[in-house]
């Protein structure tokens, strides 16, 4: 399930990246939550209440047991390994929100041999879901005259 999510007709976006100090490098190790499609853009890193997210990381040598995502408004489970096609990502999971999860930023942390890398992604608002006492409902006959 993560990989249909996460596969799509990906444009790849920037992902959080951590970058070693010293002037070495940058780590080859990312981290981001969902992946912008062709169809739907400005995904990455933000929570999309009703829909399937996943956590992805480009962790080299990703191998079960040894790759785990953190959060602490987010559960993982469905861990899968690639690499995958269209995604710069070598393991996957699905990620729910907590419930009660106010709005706002979190962190989203992958651990890859040992070494913990870390994005930050947004929580929107919950929409209002149900309809006020007396509303009109489209449909019951309310609206007849």
Known sequence: MAVAAAIGSAAVA?????AASGGQPPDPVTVQLNQ???ALHGMVDHYQRGDTNVALADCPGA???AVTFSSPVLKFSGYDFGPFIGV???VSADAELVPGTAAGQYPLTVTCSGK???ATFSVPAAQ??????GGAKAGDGSLAE
């Open 63 to 65: 191998k079960p047991g």
């Open 128 to 133: 209002v879901t149900q309809v006020p006492a």
């Open 116 to 118: 913990p890398y870390t």
């Open 88 to 90: 710069k990502a070598t």
């Open 36 to 38: 912008d499609t062709v």
């Open 14 to 18: 920037g992902p959080a990246v951590a």
